[in-house]
């Protein structure tokens, strides 16, 4: 396994459309998470999965924004009327849960890189 | 609300020199990682600190975890052109999933010869 893997890299669009993202998580990973990172800023969380279950979501991710993980392997996130705003890396990670969850040491994807015209 | 506050913002440093980049909250982490990111591409983990008091070492790299798990350090000696790049503390806070990371908003290194 080579790591998490992140699709498209780059994304360019125009105001209005809808976008989808997807994420391909290291193999043994049961958590997977997505973040968003816009210039000169830190990776802001999103949401994250345990398996297939959505376990939360951050205020960040407005009505919008929808991610899913149907068979608790690959995910997907959708951005739906995108606007200037969302532009930004949006990043995908994964970990492997432990016990009491002291570590949560998480791996991420390169990322894709959305653009709103 | 957990915030993580990095310092400094940016370091432009040459060859050969030494630094300390500080990643301070008010809050108790569960764990903190280090990261390195460069342009266009994901972090990249460096370390993970648990313990209160922890020091680790990698090659030239130092990480330093507080006692009280509220701060952490990192410290590179002999700094070298490919230690350039943008270091990010995230800490992770128990809350009973334990699943968020929350980040610094990162120190951005320069290192010319």
């Known amino acids: 396994d080579t790591g998490v893997s992140q699709n498209p890299r780059h994304k360019i669009t125009k105001r209005g459309q809808n976008v989808t993202f997807r994420c391909d998580p290291i193999s043994e990973h049961n958590r997977l998470y997505w973040y968003r990172q816009t210039l000169g800023q830190g990776p802001e969380f999103l949401t994250y999965f345990q398996n297939e279950a959505q376990l939360e979501k951050s205020r960040l991710l407005s009505d919008r924004f929808s991610a899913e993980r149907p068979k608790g392997s690959f995910s997907t996130l959708e951005i739906q009327r995108t606007e200037q705003g969302d532009s930004a890396m949006y990043l995908c990670?994964?970990?492997?849960?432990?016990?009491?969850?002291?570590?949560?040491?998480?791996?991420f994807g390169a990322g894709t890189r959305l653009s709103v015209l | 609300t957990q915030l993580l506050e990095q310092s400094p913002q940016f370091l432009s440093i040459q060859e050969g020199e030494n630094l300390t980049v500080y990643c301070n909250s008010s809050s108790v982490f569960s764990s903190l990682q280090w990261y390195r990111q460069e342009p266009g591409e994901g972090p990249v983990l460096l370390v993970t600190?648990?313990?209160?008091?922890e020091v680790k070492k990698l090659k030239r790299l130092t990480f330093q975890f507080g006692d009280a798990r509220k701060d952490s350090s990192l410290h590179i000696t002999a700094a070298q052109p490919g230690d350039t790049g943008l270091y990010l503390c995230a800490g992770a806070f128990y809350t009973g999933t334990a699943s968020k990371l929350t980040f610094g908003t990162g120190t951005r290194l320069q290192v010319t010869l």
């Open positions: 600190v648990v313990t209160g008091g």
């Open positions: 990670a994964s970990s492997l849960a432990e016990p009491y969850g002291t570590k949560n040491i998480q791996y």
